[in-house]
């Protein structure tokens, strides 16, 4: 979840999103820095990261012999009962190679972790850093309210791509997954990093850092035009 202003020649995960939506919109923000507003649903998606940061803070694990172990949790700071359960069961896997319970691959090794990289002139919030108990390796994770969407992935591995550059290049450790958790929905997509997606993140990023350059702020109609706040800016009810 990313929630920043903007530094000249800096680029992030939403900033690249949003002028790939409409070039018109990131002037009207990120330029000309007219008042943005906040929508329920971006609020709402605040809310959640910082429930679960806070659940995985205040969560403590029991372990007894022969059993698997127990997530005790303060109430209030459970985000809701379906990501409580699917924390319950994805702690009895959090074992290692002998067989026992291992907090180092239930609990996050990073959350709501802040990177900026001065070469690349990108920055992003990485929502969470797990380790693998299979092969310990790093994994990263990227929490979603609202609904999951199957045509929306490729967007959606643009930003773990990025986040995964990101990550290496300031840990110096390779990324092996990423996944993203949809928090209404219930459900998780876990991957292998593809290559592919990482080249695919580079060329969009040089891309809109070339329109950007070049002063090239095209509005661009499309199917999120009826809520924008800066409809008069772009003609929009001719369009």
Known sequence: MEIHQHRKGWLSKSQI??????PQKWKCI????????????RERGVDIHKQIENFYKDSDVVTTEG?????IAKKDKIL??????FEKERIKSCLDV?????????????????????ELKLRGIIDAVYINPKDDGIIIIDWKSGKYRKNEMDNYRFELALY?????????????YWGIYFVDANKLIFEKVDQKYVDK????????????????????PNYYCQWCEFQDKCNFQEK
Request: glycine share 2%; hydrophobic share 30%.
């Open 17 to 22: 999103q949003l002028f790939l939506q409409c």
């Open 30 to 41: 990120y330029v000309d820095e007219l008042p943005q507003i906040v929508s329920p649903q």
């Open 67 to 71: 059993k698997h172990p127990i997530i």
């Open 80 to 85: 809701n009962s379906q990501f409580y359960n």
């Open 98 to 118: 002998n067989g026992k319970f291992d907090e180092k691959y239930f609990k996050p090794l990073h959350q709501e972790l802040k990177i900026n990289n001065e």
């Open 164 to 176: 995964k550059e990101l990550y290496e290049r300031e840990y110096k450790v390779k990324v092996s």
């Open 201 to 220: 993140m580079f060329e969009i990023v040089n891309n809109v850092k070339k329109e950007i350059e070049g002063n090239n702020y095209k509005p661009t």
